[in-house]
Structures are given as structure tokens and as C-alpha cells.
């Protein structure tokens, strides 16, 4: 993860809204954009938008990869921010997607300058639209933070996550022992290896649970759902909120 430049708060931005969201947690995309809007920003959505190309990248079929990834590109044609509610995601189109096209004269160069506008919805917040929640509910509750492995190298997750956190009245963040682990979804890593990831997810369940947290806050879909489900299926009482959702959850009814 390199070092960046914030721009100054935007009048418009795109939002690349993610396939979990979309099929799975449309509230967490909704909240995204009301959290954007609350500031002033119009958000954009193109509706021909899909996926970032991370599972075919992560499986090792770059070629597919590639495929889907110039699929989104011409979709962000304005010279606007693109907020990604999903750390992972973020960091694919990020990071990688200038790896993937590097030495194509097309879209080598549309994948570097379309990189520079890609922000973790915490981090666009955090650093660009630098919201007063001041006035937000103050009653306690007690949160576990839990960032993806890729979010948290690639686009500096956890420490956005925090900072958010933090500006909220009354929440308190506590720390558990696996918070830097993987959670065991990996994508398809889950499905070739679905011993291997069982084990990650009941060790990442127990820890969060250790905690005595009232819920789990995180920034990717794929996460939540995988150690949601898993604590689910225990019958441990850790249900996991997105990190968007949470913060308006907060924000309703704000204090005069």
C-alpha cells in the first residue's frame, strides 16, 4: 500500500457497488450511499457494472481476470472518485488492475489512471468527506473490528475502520487475538478447501466471541457472511454488521 494523496470533498462519485453486495447485502450499498449523500455528494451508479475480477485473479486465471475487469473500466468515464464499500474489492481494482494490464497500450493506461480514483468507503469518509458525528446516538456498544486480509494490506482497512469508529459517540473497539488472521473465506480458497477455511472460521468465531463484543463490524461482504454463518451454525451469539449499515444505524435519528 502506498502513501496518497486525499482530493478535496467532491460534488459526484461513482460507487462500484460489488456482486456480494448486490446479490447478497444491498442494505450495506444503500447505506454507503446515504453516508455520501448526508455530506452533500450526488453517488452514481452504473448499472451495468458487475465484478471486480478478483475471484478469477485470486484462482490463478488472470486471462478472466482481465476479461471482466475491462467490462467495468469504460463504465467510470467522468473524471470522479470510485467508492468501493468492500476493502478487497478496493484493492483489486487498486492494486491490481494496473499489474494485470501493464504493457497493454489500451487499457494498461485507463487501469492506472482509474486506479488513482478507487477509495475504500472508510477511507473516503475518514479522509475526504471528514464527516462531524458528533451528534450521532451515544449509548455504549461494544464492537469487534474485523478487516479482510487483502483490505487490510492492500488499502489500509483496519486503520480507516478505526479511525470511523472512533468518531463515533459511545463506541467502544475492542481488540481480539485473531483480528490479523484470515477469516477462511478466500473466495473459492473456501470452496477447494473447505476443512482448511472450517478450522480458520471457528478460531476467528471463538476469538471475536472472547471478546464479549456485542457484534463484529467489518468492510467486506465475503467476511461477514462466511464468520456469520459459521457462528450461526455453532449457535454463538456474533452476528456481523457492515461497516456502512452500522454507521447509519448510529447516525438515525441524530441528537439537535
Known sequence: MQTRTYPPKP?????FGTCLIDLFVPQAGM?????????????????DQSCCGQPAYTSGDAEAARKVARAQMDLFKQDWPIVVPSGSCGGMMHEHWPKLFAGDPVYGPKAVALAVRVFELAEFIVNVLRPDY??????????????SCSARREMGTRGHGLSLLASLPGVEVVEHVRESECCGFGGTFSLRHPDISGAIVRDKVDSIAGTGCQRFITADCGCMLNISTAAQHRGVGVAGTHM?????????????
Open 31 to 47: 447505506d454507503a450511499v446515504r453516508l455520501m449523500e448526508r455530506e452533500g455528494v450526488s453517488v452514481h451508479f452504473p448499472q
Open 244 to 256: 456502512a449499515s452500522f454507521v447509519c444505524e448510529r447516525l438515525a435519528g441524530e441528537s439537535a
Open 11 to 15: 460534488s459526484n462519485v461513482y460507487l
Open 134 to 147: 458528533s451528534r450521532a446516538r451515544a449509548e455504549p456498544c461494544k464492537v469487534a473490528l474485523h478487516t
